[in-house]
Structures are given as structure tokens and as C-alpha cells.
């Protein structure tokens, strides 16, 4: 009887401990393929100036990115996480100092990466991009399924698989992807223009893919127009520019990124539904190769399996760089969310667990 008593107790202190958390919002920002070398070494040498690589004005360009140490190079192109998440967050993933990220998955691209994080989960079976509708349930959709947060849990994508990485057709979550209007309920007019804007440019990386400019636009009008308490954002110009070999675009890409989750910060910081209760955690899908290799990903070419992580919000302590030798995956990234939202992540499928040190 005692045993029994004390193992309830245990697991109501368990359950205690959960529901104590500050964060009652996330949002969850993918940057595809963006490499870690570029968050703590700022703009690489050996691509930088080579003309190859770019099409931009050098001069322009070193003013923009381009300085004498890599602490200067890394703060001009991501001023954002150099001068806020690493102030007030946590920063994973240099492995210049042994502090280690990676996928767990065998096959280092965008598919497979995406649902090891989104499902905490390394599923072998998924090995290609076509891979249809995934069986393995997400963080969001057990999100979706809590009281109180079923319909507030959404997502805009600069690539058109996440529909089937989430598998919307099974959750029926908002999924939003190139091409698709937001259309529920009354628009704004920041809502209005934002769906007529995505249609004004040309189709650069073909039909699967959108301008982050135009996901994020559409993202920030419906958080102003409907405070959603899960909010996931998958960027991909950085891949797509890496692929084209655009190494000045590529950058331009991370910048960009950096200043429109700034934006969105701030903006939710001024917000009183967000604000002091929000947790941003940003992180990439898979990395890049070096060298010459650097425009691509996969078994071709190595280091695509070394990733990052940047967190910050309430429950999170302000480590800033994180300079432990230590590992961690891609597949616990799920399950520290949840748990930052004071649940457990349950699912049909074994889920990693939670990095420990994003919790005070």
C-alpha cells in the first residue's frame, strides 16, 4: 500500500512539475539547410570571395557581411541571435568548442530531418523527399488535440511537402504551402495582400517553392489576426540558394531570416497574449557540405548531419553560447517543447527525450 501511495505521489509531483512551466505559446522556425558554420563563424572565407559563388557587388557585399574576426562576421549577418537569443536565450551547435547537434537520421535531407524533429522520432522508413502522407504523429497535432488549443495550432511553409510531413490530410490542421490562400474566416487586409502578393513574383525554384518573404508575411498577418497558441514557420530560400550555388543569396537569405524572426519577437513581446509567455526555438532541417560540397546535402556530402539550435523564452535560463562539450539530436527538439508547454508528448511511435538544460 505504501509503495502504491508513493508512486502516486511521484507521479503527481511528475505531472506538477510540467504544469508549472511559464510558456502557454511556441513558435517553431525551421531555416532549411542553413549550416552552422554561418551561426557562429559568420560569412565563410573560402566562399565569400569566390566569384563563382556570387553575382552581387564585392564591395557591397563585404560591407553588408564581410569583417576582420568571426565574433564581428557572425553579429553583422544574424545581429538577432548574436544580440538577443544569446543574451537572453540559449545558442547550440558550435562545434568549435565541442557543443554538438545532429540529426539521428542515415540520410542527412530535407524529409527525413523535418519529421525527426516535428516527431521526435527517427523513422528509417522515410528515405525519400516523394515520400507520401507520413504515419508518424507530430508535436503539433498533439498539440492540436489539447484542451483549449484544438484550431490554434498553425503552420506556413515555404515548401510544399510539408503537407505531407504533417500529414494534414490525417490531422486536418492548417498547413499552409505555396500557392494556397489563407481563406478562413474574415481576412484583414495585412491577411488580404499577403495572399494576393505571393502570386506577383516569378517562380525562381519552380512550383514547390515560395519566396520565405511571402510564408512569413502571410504567417505575421493571420499571429496579428488570430493569436494561434502553436505557430510553425518552415523557411527554404537559404537550401534553395545553396543548391544554385548563390552563396551571396544564401547569406542574404539567413539575414533576412534572422531580422524576420526578430521581427516577430518583438512584435509578440508587445502583445499581451504573448508577451513573457511565448518560447521561439529555431533550427535548421539538415546541414551542408563544405567546400565545394557546400551546395548540396545528404551521404555526398559530409557534415550534412551537423545541425543547431537556438532557444529562447521564459522557462529557458540565458546561457547564451553554449560552450559544454556535450550532443544532442534533432529528435529530442519535439518532446522539449512539449514539455516547455507543461505536457508530456505521447505518440504512436517512441519520442526523444527533451534536451534538459532549455529548462531553469
Known amino acids: ?47 565569400f570571395f569566390n566569384k563563382k559563388y556570387h553575382h552581387q557587388d564585392s564591395a557591397a557585399l563585404a560591407g553588408k557581411f564581410w569583417d576582420k574576426t568571426a565574433s564581428a562576421r557572425r553579429s553583422k549577418l544574424m545581429p538577432f541571435f548574436w544580440n538577443t537569443i544569446a543574451s537572453k536565450g540559449q545558442l547550440y551547435g558550435n562545434r568549435d568548442l565541442g557543443n554538438l547537434v545532429n540529426v539521428r537520421n542515415k540520410y542527412w535531407f530535407s524529409y527525413p530531418g523535418r519529421s525527426e524533429t516535428l516527431c ?74 499577403a495572399n494576393e502578393l505571393q502570386g506577383y513574383l516569378p517562380h525562381y525554384f519552380g512550383t514547390s517553392v515560395r519566396f520565405d518573404a511571402h510564408t512569413y508575411a502571410l504567417a505575421k498577418a493571420y499571429v496579428l489576426a488570430n493569436h494561434p497558441r502553436v505557430l510553425h514557420i ?28 526578430a521581427s516577430l519577437w518583438n512584435t509578440m513581446q508587445n502583445d499581451p497574449f504573448y508577451k513573457d509567455n511565448t518560447t521561439f526555438i529555431i533550427y535548421p532541417d539538415h546541414g551542408r557540405g563544405t567546400g565545394d560540397k557546400w551546395t548540396s546535402h545528404g551521404t555526398s556530402a559530409p557534415g550534412s548531419n551537423e545541425t543547431w539550435m537556438a532557444i529562447i523564452g521564459p522557462d529557458t535560463p540565458a546561457t547564451g553560447e553554449m560552450k559544454n562539450k556535450s550532443q544532442i539530436y534533432q529528435d529530442q527538439f519535439a518532446q522539449s517543447v512539449a514539455q516547455l508547454m507543461g505536457l508530456k508528448f505521447t505518440a504512436n511511435h517512441p519520442v526523444g527525450e527533451a534536451v534538459k538544460s532549455v529548462f531553469k
Open 1 to 47: 500500500m505504501k509503495i502504491k501511495l508513493l508512486a502516486l505521489i511521484m507521479l503527481v509531483a511528475g505531472l506538477n512539475a510540467f504544469a508549472q512551466t511559464k510558456t502557454r505559446n511556441v513558435v517553431m522556425i525551421s531555416v532549411d539547410g542553413y549550416r552552422w558554420q554561418e551561426i557562429f563563424r559568420g560569412a565563410d572565407s573560402a566562399l
Open 120 to 193: 521526435g522520432f527517427y523513422d528509417e522508413k522515410i528515405n525519400s523527399n516523394d515520400y507520401p502522407n507520413n504515419p508518424n504523429e507530430n508535436v503539433l497535432e498533439f498539440f492540436n488535440k489539447q484542451k483549449g488549443m484544438e484550431g490554434k495550432v498553425v503552420t506556413f511553409a515555404s515548401w510544399d511537402a510539408l503537407s505531407r510531413i504533417l500529414n494534414r490530410d490525417r490531422n486536418k490542421m492548417l498547413v499552409n504551402i505555396p500557392g494556397e490562400r489563407v481563406t478562413a474566416g474574415k481576412l484583414t487586409d495585412a491577411q488580404v495582400l
Open 234 to 261: 518552415d523557411f527554404s530560400d537559404t537550401d534553395e540558394f545553396g543548391h544554385h550555388g548563390e552563396y551571396d543569396s544564401f547569406l542574404d537569405g539567413a539575414h533576412y531570416v534572422d531580422a524576420m524572426t
